[in-house]
């Protein structure tokens, strides 16, 4: 068996086709909120129901959405190669688990959780507001989401540091890398492969394949160029 380790890496274009909006396309959610009011560490403190509210609305969108073809198909890979495949994501949806993806990454929390702010713990609330919960470790009213905000620490990240410094390919799929530097990552390899929609020719370079199509067309290319990289 090899003891390739093969990184794959996603963002919003993953569970795009699922319907879940993202923040920068067109008809996102941007154009409804600010950054600033609910995905800021300062908006959290100016307007704690705003961003609670937001928060609620998106886990109970959440509930109605179902994975895609390119969830099934990452969690067929992970089931077949739990050893060689880790799989990391930047989205705070729970579409991959429910693809039946075991031990998924969330490098920017979970959206199906909340956090006590008093014990520090975290905790599953599935699809359902956070209004008059309490925390069931400590009995505290002072929860709060568990998506990391811009202005707070990001505890996941350390798992970046173990692909910088174990990975043998990466898969990025459906980011951009403005907000984690997918290229540095693809610099660190010798076989990377990239699926975005959109062309960015100074990010792209650095890529070894790259696919311009939505996701769920390219999933079955990502997946036997990751089963021909471990069979070498």
Same mark, same amino acid.
């Given at each position: 068996m090899s003891s390739k380790k093969v990184y794959i890496v996603s963002g919003a274009g993953l569970s795009a086709e699922s319907g879940i909006r993202t923040f920068r396309d067109s008809g996102g959610l941007w154009e409804e909120?600010?950054?600033e009011e609910v995905c800021s560490v300062d908006g959290f403190r100016r307007d704690r129901e705003k961003v609670s509210n937001f928060y609620d609305a998106r886990r109970a =969108?959440?509930? *109605?959405?179902?994975? +895609?073809? @390119?969830? !099934?198909?990452? @969690? $067929?890979?992970? *089931?077949?190669?739990?050893? +060689?495949?880790v799989v990391l994501t930047q989205n705070v949806d729970d579409l &991959?688990?429910? @693809?039946?993806?075991?031990?998924v990454i969330h490098l920017h929390g979970t959206l199906t959780d909340l956090r006590c702010?008093?014990?520090? !713990?975290?905790?599953? /609330?599935?699809?359902?507001?956070?209004k008059g919960v309490i925390c069931p470790y400590c009995g505290s009213a002072n929860i709060r989401h568990n998506v990391v905000m811009f202005g707070e620490p990001a505890p996941a990240y350390r798992y970046l540091n173990e692909l910088y410094n174990y990975a043998d390919m990466v898969v990025v799929i459906g980011t951009s890398g403005e907000v984690i530097d997918t290229a540095f990552m693809a610099q660190l390899v010798?076989?990377? /492969?990239? +699926?975005?929609? =959109?062309? *960015? $020719?100074?990010?792209?370079?650095?890529?070894?394949?790259? &696919?311009?199509k939505p996701a769920t067309k390219a999933i079955d290319e990502i997946y036997n160029l990751i089963e021909e990289f471990l069979s070498d």
């Open positions: 909120y600010s950054i =969108d959440l509930k *109605n959405r179902k994975p +895609n073809y @390119a969830h !099934k198909r990452i @969690a $067929e890979l992970k *089931n077949r190669y739990p050893d +060689n495949i &991959l688990e429910r @693809a039946g993806c075991r031990d702010e008093e014990c520090k !713990k975290v905790f599953h /609330i599935g699809y359902k507001s956070q010798d076989y990377s /492969i990239l +699926n975005n929609l =959109d062309v *960015n $020719e100074y990010h792209d370079k650095y890529f070894k394949v790259k &696919l311009y």
